[in-house]
């Protein structure tokens, strides 16, 4: 209730014009406050699913990031220096080959340089032992009364023998390089150095790629925890601004209290009643609405 106390004031506004006035002030201030208190509510629900969403994204992206360290740590690097030691293996061996190959040539040369000198020893001591045998030792079935005959009889048995051995052995040894150089051939040690090349250059773009990987999801975490930061500071702010917004609508809900509420002593201006330009029947609507949006209110501050 407002006291009466304007009377004849000379033309000047009397008092319950100039509360009516404040009244209707108040009443649009009011509704501004509690039509901006709603906004930031929806606001703050809209932040609160983009801060959950921001949250998600910065758990995948370190998940994402956390994968591709681990595969890094425990596949690319171990394999990627596996292959590059067996480069440098099939490099030396690839080295060997042709050592290998030098070594087979060369001794082929001189095996068969030594085979053709055997057969040609072998080949004389044949000569010798048939002309020895035609002009030297007796025919066949007569006995030798000289014992040197029987002697040179022996010698020429044994160079016939070694020479026959010896021209087995070096048709042997030829066989054998020879074998050998067919296995050497079909080996194909060269080949691999290709294959070691290209498993090599394969390990590598794998490494390059988990790399980049590792480098993208990183610049992921930072630029998600930047949106996830500026949306909870975004957030912080809208609920101080729906805070101060029901606090306001508090304040000019008591001030009207007061006005039109207040106990005061007789010869009061009963404005809210009798006045009803001044506050109309939405009043009674207000007035229930009041005690519904003060416990929503005092929700929001705990």
């Known amino acids: 209730m407002a006291t009466r106390n304007s009377g004849d004031n000379g033309g000047l506004r009397s008092a319950d014009t100039v509360i009516c006035e404040s009244l209707k002030f108040i009443k649009s201030d009011k509704k501004t406050a509690e039509s901006k208190y709603t906004s930031n509510d929806t606001m703050q629900k809209s932040k ?13 992206a370190e998940e994402s990031h956390s994968v591709y360290q681990d595969i890094m740590s425990c596949v690319a690097l171990g394999n990627y220096k ?37 057969e040609d ?19 066949s079935g007569k006995p030798s009364k000289d014992g040197k005959i029987g002697e040179v009889e022996h010698e020429l048995k044994e160079i016939l023998d070694k020479t ?32 070691a090349k290209r498993l090599l250059d394969a390990m590598k ?9 590792i480098k993208s999801t990183g610049e ?8 996830l930061n500026t949306v ?37 201006i009963d404005l809210c009643n009798d006045i009803k330009n001044c506050y109309d029947s939405d009043h009674d609507s207000d007035q229930k ?10 929700g929001d501050k705990n």
């Not at 609160?48 to 995948?60: F, N």
């Not at 020893?121 to 025919?139: E, F």
């Not at 912080?236 to 509420?261: H, M, P, R, T, Y």
């Open 48 to 60: 609160e699913t983009a801060r959950g969403y921001k949250i998600c994204c910065l758990d995948k």
């Open 82 to 118: 596996k292959t590059e030691i067996i480069q440098k293996s099939v490099e030396e061996y690839c080295k060997k080959d042709d050592e290998i190959d030098k070594l087979i040539n060369d001794t082929s040369k001189l095996l068969n340089e030594m085979k053709v000198k055997i």
């Open 121 to 139: 020893a072998h080949n004389a001591a044949c000569a010798m032992s048939n002309c020895i045998k035609n002009k030297v030792l007796p025919k």
């Open 164 to 195: 026959k051995e010896l021209d087995e052995k070096g048709q042997n040894a030829f066989d054998s390089i020879v074998t050998i150089a067919g296995i050497h051939t079909f080996t194909n040690t060269s080949s691999l150095k290709e294959f």
């Open 205 to 213: 773009a794998f490494k390059d790629c988990v790399d980049v990987n």
């Open 220 to 227: 992921d975490i930072t630029k998600s925890r930047e949106e």
């Open 232 to 268: 909870v500071e975004e957030l912080s702010q809208i609920i101080c601004d729906k805070k101060s917004e029901a606090n306001i609508g508090l304040g000019l809900e008591s001030v009207i209290e007061f006005v039109c509420e207040s106990d005061c002593e007789d010869g009061c």
């Open 289 to 298: 609405r009041k005690d519904k949006r003060r416990k929503k209110q005092s």
